[in-house]
């Protein structure tokens, strides 16, 4: 088993900055592909980013691209979200996921992770 614990969300203004962690626990040798994916009330699930076991291929929704960054340390298991310039329809609560390798077209999808954490709350106010 792999446990999954997210850290850092809180309160921002729009336009703000926040840094979400993901501590990996457990049987980390079965994590490989990294995600980041969201859900806002009332709304399903999407898919925010994701990173490679090697942190060498990165994987964004249009969204977010080139204001949001994953990456990860893996010898600390730990993987981050850096978000800038936050807009309050990104309040949402944030999870993280792992799985096994992963190819591109299957990056973005929830089910393709085995391991979810409890989620981190961000809410961005205009």
């Known amino acids: 088993q792999v446990q999954l614990v997210e850290s850092g969300g809180g ?3 729009t ?3 926040l840094i979400l962690s993901c501590a ?3 049987r980390t040798v079965h994590m490989n592909t990294m995600g ?3 859900q806002a009330p009332g709304k399903e699930r999407e898919f925010v980013a994701a990173i490679s076991w090697s942190g060498e291929t990165t994987y964004y929704d249009d ?3 080139g204001r949001f960054t994953i990456s990860r340390d893996k010898a600390k298991n ?3 979200l850096q978000m800038n310039s936050l807009k309050s329809e990104e309040t949402a609560v944030y999870y993280c996921a792992a799985g096994g390798p992963l190819a591109v077209g299957f990056v973005h999808r929830g089910g393709s ?3 979810w954490g409890q989620g981190t709350q ?3 106010s205009s």
């Open 113 to 115: 992770y085995k391991y």
């Open 36 to 38: 980041w994916f969201r």
């Open 11 to 13: 309160l921002v203004q």
């Open 78 to 80: 730990i993987v981050y």
């Open 15 to 17: 336009g703000g900055s």
């Open 63 to 65: 969204s977010v691209k």
């Open 122 to 124: 961000v809410t961005v």
């Open 24 to 26: 990996a626990s457990g």
